[in-house]
């Protein structure tokens, strides 16, 4: 079957820095990708990765290595306003999105 | 670019009536729609893929005639809720894949959801 997973809940402080982890196991591999969802908001685009390795994008880095299968998305700086759900999805070979169950990130003054 | 835009933003219907939600991709041709549903602290559950012009690919366990999905245009697709109950009351958000993006990466682009309350 095809599994993803990723922790349920995590705490950090404000300004400190945050990894979130992803593993799966999909029949197939076409990308993955992280959302953030706010409570009561639809989850929005954060990052795409296809390729093993680190990409940057200002306070938010998501990382791949499809032979373990595994990702993280590291969140630096952290602000209050990041608190909130972070979803994990990978795109099968069929071009669908398995989606993770998320994870609830809250920030700590 | 890549807006998604959804009609109402919610809705509060009693039970054994009918809803309609609409999805609309604003600025590019959605060839895939997608529809999900959330119950609070949960993750998004995919309900039905819809491409244009063709009948929706609903998942195991959604009932089809219940919700009824139809995808028109390259921009609206519609999910109409039948003899809803309270059971049905949940987040519902829509998302569309086309353009550009299903060139480079398939990235899915979300509707802002839709909350139905239904008493």
């Known amino acids: 079957g095809q599994n993803i997973d990723q922790p349920t809940e995590m705490t950090a402080t404000e300004g400190a820095i945050v990894q979130i982890n992803c593993t799966y196991q999909?029949?197939?591999?076409?990308?993955l990708f992280w959302y953030q969802q706010h409570a009561g908001e639809a989850p929005t685009f954060l990052s795409y990765?296809?390729l093993d390795g680190l990409e940057e994008k200002g306070r938010f880095s998501s990382f791949l290595s499809r032979s373990k299968g595994y990702s993280y998305l590291l969140l630096k700086e952290l602000q209050m306003k990041d608190s909130a759900s972070y979803l994990c999805?990978?795109?099968?070979?069929?071009?669908?999105?398995?989606w993770g169950a998320g994870t609830k990130l809250i920030i700590k003054p | 670019g890549a807006v998604v835009s959804q009609h109402p933003s919610w809705v509060i219907c009693k039970s054994g009536t009918s809803v309609k939600i609409e999805c609309r991709s604003l600025d590019f041709q959605a060839t895939t729609m997608f529809w999900y549903r959330q119950f609070p602290k949960q993750s998004l559950m995919l309900m039905a893929t819809s491409n244009e012009g063709s009948k929706a690919t609903y998942e195991q366990g959604v009932e089809k005639d219940k919700f009824l999905i139809n995808h028109a245009s390259l921009t609206l697709s519609t999910l109409t809720v039948t003899s809803a109950h309270p059971e049905d009351s949940s987040f519902y958000i829509c998302s569309a894949r086309g353009g550009l993006a299903e060139i480079f990466s398939y990235e899915q682009y979300f509707g802002p959801g839709t909350r139905l309350t239904v008493t």
């Open positions: 990765n296809v």
């Open positions: 999805a990978v795109l099968d070979s069929n071009y669908q999105l398995i």
């Open positions: 999909t029949s197939g591999f076409n990308g």
